[in-house]
């Protein structure tokens, strides 16, 4: 059996994207803005190179914003792959236990528990996006149950 179009849809967070994303523009456009108002004003301590600086650390603060609002779990049939902040990671769907989640508000994000022993966040289902965020949780429950085969070692 095929499976449906929207069971594989990405896992991503929605305010945690936006306020990245628009972040991240805020971010470019202040520096920008400051470092050629300190250059057009011609504060003495204030040179060429440093307005480059400033534009270079506007660029680097925006693009780590722009990471964390491309974090995302992205399922197939082989496995999830999970894109948190810093790691990107390909678990197998045989290596996935379970997902837990807190509905109180506990834990910010689900977390996988593998066979290995080990747990790896999925920071694409935040806790702030509330009532989703449970939706998200019960899909990917879903197809953890539906695409994990565990096989038991036969002596």
């Known amino acids: 059996m095929a499976p449906a179009a929207s069971e594989f849809e990405v896992f ?42 400033m534009n270079l650390l506007g660029i680097l603060f925006g693009g780590a914003l722009l990471r964390v609002a491309d974090i995302q779990a992205r399922p197939d049939e082989t496995g999830l792959t999970v894109r948190n902040i810093v790691r990107t990671r390909h678990i197998p ?36 996006d509330g009532p989703r965020a449970r939706e998200e949780v019960a899909r990917l429950r879903m197809l953890v149950t539906r695409w994990t085969n565990f096989e038991e070692d036969q002596p």
């Open 93 to 128: 769907w045989s290596q996935i236990l379970g997902v837990t989640f807190s509905s109180v508000g506990d834990d910010p994000w689900p977390v996988l528990d593998l066979a290995d022993g080990t747990t790896c966040a999925v920071m694409a289902i935040q806790h702030a």
């Open 12 to 53: 991503r967070p929605r305010q945690v994207r936006i306020i990245g994303i628009v972040g991240s523009i805020a971010l470019f456009v202040g520096f920008a803005v400051l470092s050629l108002a300190l250059f057009v004003v011609d504060w003495r301590p204030w040179h060429l190179i440093d307005m480059v600086w």
